[in-house]
């Protein structure tokens, strides 16, 4: 399947480069969190969330882990007005990164790398996830993918099953499943800008996520 690069407002365009890509563009200054945060986390200029740079912020970092957070604190079910209730859940391998004088990176693969004491530290240390394996389910149907927040690259796209149907009609069900998706992150993506660019409301989210992160079990 060719690349669908989500352009500002809802544009789409295909490419053919076995990726994905999503980018949107965040204006108000934000507030990122971590328990320890580094100094260049406190205040954030305009944001351009996507390939442009993106090496220059983390907001992408942000809503990975934030949805990580809601995924395991809030249910883990949304609620959205494209297409009812959403069950999000986030899986490994995990990426974790803390930007500053060079960035510090640790991948966790083996087992169940989310429930890993490794995971726990790196939350600890105020590293955030930077790539996951992100799952949206809505019913019997699950979207599987992994996300590369950076620059918001989706790599190994999975749709739900389908039916047996003939080559037209599989095609056809193929994309609306694909538009089911995109809808659907994007929408929980401007569920998280809402969170985000107001500063009321991500002081709390960022104490609730301070409070997960120290509470959370962890298994060896």
Wanted: no cysteine; charged share 30%.
């Amino acid at each position: 399947m060719g690349t669908l690069a989500l352009k500002h407002k809802g544009e789409r365009a295909f490419n053919h480069d076995g990726e994905v890509s999503a980018g949107r563009e965040l204006d108000d200054a934000a507030t990122g969190f971590g328990v320890e945060p580094h100094p260049s986390e406190e205040i954030l200029p305009r944001i351009v969330v996507g390939g442009i740079d993106a090496a220059d912020n983390n907001a992408g970092q942000d809503f990975l882990t934030w949805m990580w957070f809601y995924s395991e604190t809030r249910g883990g079910i949304i609620k959205l007005s494209s297409g009812g209730d959403f069950a999000i859940m986030i899986e490994g391998p995990l990426t974790f990164v803390l930007e500053g004088q060079g960035a510090h990176e640790t991948v966790l693969r083996r087992g169940s790398p989310e429930i890993s004491v490794e995971a726990k530290i790196a939350l600890l240390g105020g590293k955030k996830l930077r790539k996951a394996k992100l799952l949206l389910a809505r019913g019997q149907d699950t979207w599987q993918v992994t996300l590369d927040a950076d620059q918001f690259l989706f790599r190994g796209l999975k749709l739900p099953e389908g039916e047996k149907l003939d080559p037209i009609s599989r095609f056809q069900e193929r994309m609306t499943s694909l538009s089911t998706f995109t809808t659907a992150f994007l929408e929980i993506y401007d569920r998280f800008l809402k969170e985000r660019t107001d500063a009321k409301v991500w002081a709390k989210t960022r104490e609730a996520i301070h409070q997960w992160v120290s509470e959370r079990t962890a298994r060896k």
